[in-house]
C-alpha cells in the first residue's frame, strides 16, 4: 500500500471524527453553553485564571501534551504490522484520546478550574485522590527514567547531533535573556533562533562527537544518562523564563516544522509501505497484540498526561466553554497525527522488508532510532535533503522533546516530594535543591535497576509506563463519567473507553508480572506488582461508585 | 497601501507569537514575581511588626506607596485582618 493512501485516510478520519463525533459530544453529551461564565473569566487575575485566544490555547495545550511518547509508542508497536498501530491510532483518537481531553477540560471548567486530582476527591472519594498522586508519581519517573535511555541511545546512534542538541540549550539560553529584558521583539526572536538552531543542524554532520566506551568502566550509555540527570537536575532548579520557556517554545515551532516537512515529502515521494499489514512472522519473546499494544501506544492513542495539563493549566484560560471541543478535541487529533506521522516513518521509510525486518529483530526494538532513519529516508526521497542532514535534524527533534519532558517531569516530580516533606513535616525534603537530588536519585534507580549498569534496557519498561498512563487516563475518564451520571445524561462514550482501558491494562500487567517473574527480574516485578495493585483498586473503585450512582438514580426516578 | 497591510500582517503575528510565548508561563512566572514582592513588604513592613530593620530610614517612605497591596498580602499571609496596630486596613 502507498504511504499517501494511509496518510490521506488517517488525517482523512480524524477530521471526520472532529467535524461529526466531536460536535455530537459538546452537543449532546457534554451540552457545552456559550453563555457559560468559564472559571478563567469568574477569577480573572492575570496569574493563573486568564481568558486566552482559543487558538493561542490550543497551540499551548498542544505543544504540551505533544513530546517523544507519541513517536516512541508507535515506533515500537509496529512490530505487529502496520494495520494493528495505525487502527488504534486512529480509533484511539477519534473514539478516546480526544473524549478525554475535552472532557477533562469540561469537568475541571464545570469544577471552578480544578486539577482532576483534587476533583477525584470531591466527585469520586478521598481514597481515590491519594491512589492519584500515587500513579502520577510513578508515571513521572518512569518517563524520565525511559527517556534519558532513549535520548542516550539517539546520541550514541547519530553522533552527529550531540553540537545541535546542547548547542540549542546555549541558543534557548540566549533566547530567553532577550525576550527577558525586551532587547527584540519575539517575531524577530524566533527567526533568528530557528535559523540558528538549523544552522546547527547543519553543522552537525561535519563535526560527530562520540563519547569514550568506557570511562572508569562506565559504558558511554551510562555516561550519556549520568550527564542528562546533572542537566535536568540543573535545569529543573533554574527560573521558568531562563531556559524552559525559549526552549518549549522553540520546540512548538521545530513541532509544526517538523510535520510539516514529513507529510511534504510523504506527499512527494509516495514511498510504498514495506512492513508487513500484520506481521505473522514476530520476533521471538514478542507479547501478544492484545493487549500490549493498546498500552504501548499510549500517547497518540489515548494519554493519562493529557488529563493533567487540560484541568491544570489548560481549563484556567478557556475563554468560552465552546472552545474546548476546539482545544481538547483537535489538540488529540494534532498528537495523533504525529503518532500516524511516525507509523508512516517507520513503515515505509525503509527500501526492503529485510531491512525493516533487521531493525525490529526483537521486541522494544525500533523505537526513535527507526523514526529517524525511516523518516531520514523519506525526507531525502522527498526533498532531497543528505541522509545524515536528515538524520540530525529528526533527532534534535526528537531529543528536544524528551529533554523538554524531562526538565517539567523533574520539576513535577521535586513537588510532589516537597509536598510529601509539608505532609509528613521532612524539613529537609521542603526544600528545592534535596528534593530534586531525590527526585534524580530516584529516576537513576530505575533506569539503571531496569537496564542493568550500561544502562541499555530502560526502554524495557516502557510498556509499563504505557500501562501507568492508561491508568491515569482511567482515573479521568471516572471523574467524568461520575459527572455525567450525576447530571442523568448518558455515561456509554466515556464508560466503554473506561472498561476497555481498565481491562486491557489489568490484562497487560498480569502478562508482564508474568514475564518479570520468568526472567527473574524482581525489581520490575514489584514494580509492576504496584501498579497492578492500584489498576484493581481503580476498577473496584469505579464499579462501587458507579453502581451507586446508578442505584440513585433509579430511586430518584422511581420516587 | 500593500506595505501597510504587511506592516499591520506582521504586527499582528507578533502579538500572536508573544501570546503563544507567555500563556504557558504566565502564572508560574507571575507567582515567582509574587513571592518576591511579598518578601519585599515584610522587610518594608517589617519594623511595625516589631522586627528591627537597619533600612526603615528609607523604607517609612515606601509604605504609603505599599498600602494598596497591604490587604492582598496580610490574606495571602494567613491573617484575616490587619496584624499591625494603629495600622487599619479591613
Redesign the interface.
Known sequence: MNAILLMLLGLGAMFLGYVIYSKFIAEKIFKLDPNFRTPAHEFED???F?P??K???W??HF??VAGAAPIIGPAIAVIWGWVPAFLWVVFGTIFFAGVHDAGAIWASNRNKARSIGALTGDVVGKRSQSLFMIVIFLVLLMVNAVFATAISGLLINFPSSVVPVWGAIFVALIIGQV?FRKWM???TV?ILGVVALYALIYAGPSFPIELPETVFGVSDNAQWILVLFAYAAIASLL???ML??PR??IN?LQLFIGLFLVYGAVLISGPELVAPAFNTNVPEGTPSLVPLLFVTIACGAISGFHGLVASG?TS??LDKETDLRFVGYFGAIGEGSLSLATIIAVTAGFATLADWQAVYHSFGQGGVTAFVQGGANILQNGLGLDVDLAQTLLTVMAVLFAGTTMDTGLRLQRYIFQEWGNIYNIKWMEKAAPATLLAVGTCLLLAFGAGGADGSGGLLIWPLFGTTNQLLAGLTLLVITTMLVKLGRPMYVTLIPLLFLLVMTIYALLIQLMGFYHKSDWFLFSLDLVVLIAAIWIALESASVLTRLVRENKAAKAS | MKIRAIVDWVKNANAYATEVYNAPYRSAIARAKRDEDDLFMMLVFSELMGVPNPASYYTLELQPLLLERFHQWHLRMGMEHSPLDGFRCC
Open positions: 492575570g496569574v493563573d486568564v486566552t485566544n487558538y493561542v490555547l497551540g499551548h505543544t504540551s525576550i521583539n519575539l517575531g524566533s527560573p521558568v523564563w524552559l520557556q518549549d517554545y512548538g493549566t484556567k484560560q
